[in-house]
């Protein structure tokens, strides 16, 4: 292998490191956004089923009232 092949071959190898560091930040974001949506997820579907429970206990106390007034 001559001086020019050796060259190429450091500047490839170099461009390899270069690429998979950059994979790697990458990565590290895209796993901090899993993380981040799968977070307000969790949140979005405890506010659901609340407000689920709040609904069912409105919906509860009406038929009480509607039973009571109809009686």
Do not use: G
């Not at 001086?3 to 990565?27: F, G």
């Amino acid at each position: 292998m001559n001086d020019d092949q050796l060259q190429a071959l450091d500047e490839k190898i170099d461009a390899l490191i270069a690429l998979c560091a950059a994979m790697k930040q990458e990565n590290q974001l895209l796993r901090a956004s899993q993380h981040n949506w799968q977070t307000e997820r969790q949140q979005l579907l405890e506010n659901n089923r609340q407000a689920k429970a709040r609904l069912e206990s409105v919906l509860s106390r009406l038929r009480s009232m509607e039973q009571s007034q109809s009686a």
